[in-house]
């Protein structure tokens, strides 16, 4: 419905310019004949004439609209060059954004039929070449740029990243066109703005980029390829050692049933493991693992019991140490687990005698520093010699087949938590839980949601109704499993249990415990692909069937409330009245630093540490 209400009141906005005459003010001539008045108007009115021409020019180009070209010389002939190009390059750059957003929010499906043909080159160009690939094609007016912003809204190029390559990319065509009308007198055709030579002069200009990054690509793969171990032993492979028996079980096993396929975004787009592992070649395999949501769905409904999951994860090692993954795209991510294992925001405060530590994670403390002091109380009440850590898990590291940096850091704080005797780990992080529970394995290892159900936590509502009054029960929530989560029965149905006590009812939603789907977020897969993290969050959205979500992710309930209202069971448990109201809100960056630093300092005012620590070790990355 949305989309049909928005291309009725574009066409109806594009019929009333042809009804009313609009286009006729809006050639060529009409343009050189009125240049004089209209420099008048701009010498007395400036910024009303810039805020004027703007909200024409951006809806031309968002729309492709037959005048957006007469519009850029219309800049150049009433504000001179050099205003003109900014002015008309801002203004052009935002419209080519509402277009590429257009494309990915409301049109997607009609542009991949359309352009179905290319859509598979360009993004085969955004996987090998990243920004540089955009760039070029902005530089080479031969393409023309409507059809370039279509396109990109259905790949998996960041909207931040269209923007600002569209403005760089556009600008030399930008600035040839505002000065052409600075000249406008001398113009008699628009085919003459764009000379034969002019166009190949500006294609060469977008080859360069191309050419650059691919000879510095050729350079590393070569000292990749001469410094490998195997290339040295002369016996190169596509495989290494390590990966060969996840696919070997895989090409043995598999028996192309599609079970895999039924809910899963990413193989419903590519086909089945045993599809991708024999008909593409290496480099584009380790290319699609980073589309991977690594979340486990396909091992849990695999009738072999196969684990693709653990393929497209090693296929990430594999890219990382041969220096064959553009990292660069996750940028974000990997800024922010860096900070969280920072001396600025890390923070281990233990006790004398403590043996047992609160490990919130990232995401819980800067979202929700209220609710985590809450947690940390009641967990000090029921062991008074309890510490905290403020650290990160390095889990997006991990993911991401960082495996060495993952290592260095981890067995580092695993390091210092066992030569301070620490043998017991609480942790109100599902990603956090999942990595301890792997490779922590001399600690006892607990989710705190076990913790409070065990230990029978009174109810929170005297009036046994719930935060959402009785007609809410009419109609129970239900509960997403994280992913991480997918194989502890004993979690999932503590969560239940603590919901239970506080006279929330949980209804059954399909595909929930083991068989539970991402919420968007694993894999970081949203960072290259945010059409296929969508995808995600949808069909957990449609599997709600607009009842509310309760989970017990701090991630998760992020994604999620994107698309459909969903409350973290602590925020339900500590402040009912508030997350029932809407008044108690998880908070975004940047106030999530601001929050982690004062969670901080509440820590070290407050709690009686015997050792206080601030991580600052950095390995070699």
Same mark, same amino acid.
């Given at each position: 419905?949305?989309?049909?209400?928005?291309?009725?009141?574009?066409?109806?906005?594009?019929?009333?310019?042809?009804?009313?005459?609009?286009?006729?003010?809006?050639?060529?001539?009409?343009?050189?004949?009125?240049?004089?008045?209209?420099?008048?108007?701009?010498?007395?009115?400036?910024?009303?004439?810039?805020?004027?021409?703007?909200?024409?020019?951006?809806?031309?180009?968002?729309?492709?609209?037959?005048?957006?070209?007469?519009?850029?010389?219309?800049?150049?002939?009433?504000?001179?060059?050099?205003?003109?190009?900014?002015?008309?390059?801002?203004?052009?750059?935002?419209?080519?954004?509402?277009?590429?957003?257009?494309?990915?929010?409301? /049109?997607?499906?009609?542009?991949?039929?359309?352009?179905?043909?290319?859509?598979?080159?360009?993004?085969?160009?955004?996987?090998?070449?990243?920004?540089?690939?955009?760039?070029?094609?902005? /530089?080479?007016?031969?393409?023309?740029?409507?059809?370039?912003?279509?396109?990109?809204?259905?790949?998996?190029?960041?909207?931040?990243?269209?923007?600002?390559?569209?403005?760089?990319?556009?600008?030399?065509?930008?600035?040839?066109?505002?000065?052409?009308?600075?000249?406008?007198?001398?113009?008699?055709?628009?085919?003459?703005?764009?000379?034969?030579?002019?166009?190949?002069?500006?294609?060469?200009?977008?080859?360069?980029?191309?050419?650059?990054?691919?000879?510095?690509?050729?350079?590393?793969?070569?000292?990749?390829?001469?410094?490998?171990?195997?290339?040295?032993?002369?016996?190169?492979?596509?495989?290494?050692?390590?990966?060969?028996?996840?696919?070997?079980?895989?090409?043995?096993?598999?028996?192309?049933?599609?079970?895999?396929?039924?809910?899963?975004?990413?193989?419903?787009?590519?086909?089945?493991?045993?599809?991708?592992?024999?008909?593409?070649?290496?480099?584009?395999?380790?290319?699609?693992?980073?589309?991977?949501?690594?979340?486990?769905?396909?091992?849990?409904?695999?009738?072999?019991?196969?684990?693709?999951?653990?393929?497209?994860?090693?296929?990430?090692?594999?890219?990382?140490?041969?220096?064959?993954?553009?990292?660069?795209?996750?940028?974000?991510?990997?800024?922010?687990?860096?900070?969280?294992?920072?001396?600025?925001?890390?923070?281990?405060?233990?006790?004398?005698?403590?043996?047992?530590?609160?490990?919130?994670?990232?995401?819980?403390?800067?979202?929700?520093?209220?609710?985590?002091?809450?947690?940390?109380?009641?967990?000090?009440?029921?062991?008074?010699?309890?510490?905290?850590?403020?650290?990160?898990?390095?889990?997006?590291?991990?993911?991401?087949?960082?495996?060495?940096?993952?290592?260095?850091?981890?067995?580092?704080?695993?390091?210092?938590?066992?030569?301070?005797?620490?043998?017991?780990?609480?942790?109100?992080?599902?990603?956090?839980?999942?990595?301890?529970?792997?490779?922590?394995?001399?600690?006892?290892?607990?989710?705190?949601?076990?913790?409070?159900?065990?230990?029978?936590?009174?109810?929170?509502?005297?009036?046994?109704?719930?935060?959402?009054?009785?007609?809410?029960?009419?109609?129970?929530?239900?509960?997403?499993?994280?992913?991480?989560?997918?194989?502890?029965?004993?979690?999932?149905?503590?969560?239940?249990?603590?919901?239970?006590?506080?006279?929330?009812?949980?209804?059954?939603?399909?595909?929930?415990?083991?068989?539970?789907?991402?919420?968007?977020?694993?894999?970081?897969?949203?960072?290259?692909?945010?059409?296929?993290?969508?995808?995600?969050?949808?069909?957990?959205?449609?599997?709600?069937?607009?009842?509310?979500?309760?989970?017990?992710?701090?991630?998760?309930?992020?994604?999620?409330?994107?698309?459909?209202?969903?409350?973290?069971?602590?925020?339900?448990?500590?402040?009912?009245?508030?997350?029932?109201?809407?008044?108690?809100?998880?908070?975004?960056?940047?106030?999530?630093?601001?929050?982690?630093?004062?969670?901080?300092?509440?820590?070290?005012?407050?709690?009686?540490?015997?050792?206080?620590?601030?991580?600052?070790?950095?390995?070699?990355?």
């Amino acid at each position: 419905m949305k989309k049909v209400i928005f291309i009725i009141l574009m066409a109806g906005l594009v019929a009333a310019c042809f009804r009313f005459g609009l286009t006729e003010y809006l050639s060529l001539e009409e343009i050189k004949q009125s240049q004089g008045r209209l420099q008048a108007f701009y010498a007395q009115n400036p910024a009303l004439s810039i805020a004027v021409f703007v909200g024409i020019y951006i809806p031309s180009v968002a729309l492709n609209l037959p005048w957006a070209l007469v519009l850029g010389l219309a800049g150049g002939a009433v504000f001179g060059t050099f205003t003109g190009t900014v002015v008309v390059s801002f203004a052009s750059s935002i419209g080519a954004l509402l277009a590429c957003m257009i494309s990915r929010y409301l /049109l997607a499906g009609w542009v991949k039929k359309k352009f179905k043909d290319k859509l598979e080159r360009v993004n085969q160009g955004i996987a090998r070449e990243g920004a540089f690939y955009l760039f070029a094609l902005r /530089l080479i007016p031969l393409i023309p740029f409507f059809v370039v912003n279509m396109v990109m809204g259905v790949t998996a190029i960041r909207l931040t990243t269209f923007y600002w390559v569209s403005q760089l990319g556009m600008l030399p065509a930008t600035a040839v066109i505002v000065n052409a009308g600075s000249q406008i007198s001398k113009i008699n055709t628009l085919s003459g703005i764009l000379s034969g030579k002019l166009m190949i002069s500006l294609a060469l200009l977008g080859s360069l980029p191309l050419a650059a990054k691919r000879l510095v690509s050729v350079v590393r793969k070569k000292k990749a390829f001469s410094t490998h171990p195997e290339t040295q032993s002369g016996e190169a492979s596509n495989r290494p050692d390590q990966m060969a028996p996840v696919f070997t079980d895989i090409l043995e096993k598999c028996t192309g049933c599609g079970a895999c396929q039924v809910q899963c975004a990413f193989l419903t787009r590519y086909g089945t493991p045993k599809d991708i592992f024999l008909t593409l070649d290496p480099a584009r395999q380790r290319a699609l693992a980073f589309e991977c949501s690594l979340c486990g769905l396909c091992r849990a409904v695999c009738p072999e019991k196969l684990d693709p999951g653990e393929a497209f994860l090693a296929l990430r090692r594999d890219a990382v140490s041969k220096n064959q993954a553009d990292l660069s795209r996750y940028s974000t991510i990997m800024g922010y687990e860096k900070k969280g294992t920072s001396a600025l925001f890390s923070c281990y405060a233990l006790p004398q005698g403590c043996d047992t530590i609160f490990f919130p994670g990232c995401t819980l403390p800067g979202t929700r520093p209220e609710t985590t002091w809450a947690l940390f109380e009641t967990l000090r009440a029921l062991d008074p010699d309890l510490g905290i850590v403020l650290d990160c898990c390095t889990k997006p590291s991990h993911d991401l087949g960082r495996e060495s940096y993952f290592h260095s850091m981890f067995g580092e704080m695993l390091a210092f938590l066992q030569a301070r005797k620490i043998k017991r780990v609480w942790l109100a992080c599902p990603n956090c839980y999942k990595i301890f529970l792997t490779y922590a394995a001399q600690m006892k290892v607990e989710s705190v949601y076990e913790v409070l159900s065990r230990t029978g936590l009174p109810s929170r509502f005297s009036n046994h109704t719930g935060p959402f009054g009785n007609t809410f029960l009419a109609d129970p929530l239900v509960v997403h499993d994280p992913c991480p989560m997918r194989d502890d029965a004993l979690v999932q149905e503590s969560v239940r249990s603590l919901l239970a006590g506080m006279s929330l009812s949980a209804g059954k939603m399909a595909y929930e415990k083991k068989k539970t789907l991402c919420c968007g977020e694993g894999g970081s897969v949203g960072f290259i692909d945010p059409t296929l993290a969508r995808e995600w969050t949808q069909k957990r959205k449609k599997a709600a069937r607009q009842r509310p979500i309760v989970t017990y992710c701090a991630g998760c309930a992020g994604f999620l409330n994107r698309a459909t209202p969903t409350f973290h069971i602590l925020d339900l448990l500590f402040f009912p009245d508030k997350a029932a109201s809407g008044r108690l809100r998880a908070a975004r960056a940047p106030l999530t630093y601001f929050h982690r630093l004062a969670l901080k300092r509440k820590i070290k005012k407050t709690l009686p540490a015997e050792v206080f620590r601030e991580r600052n070790t950095r390995p070699t990355e």
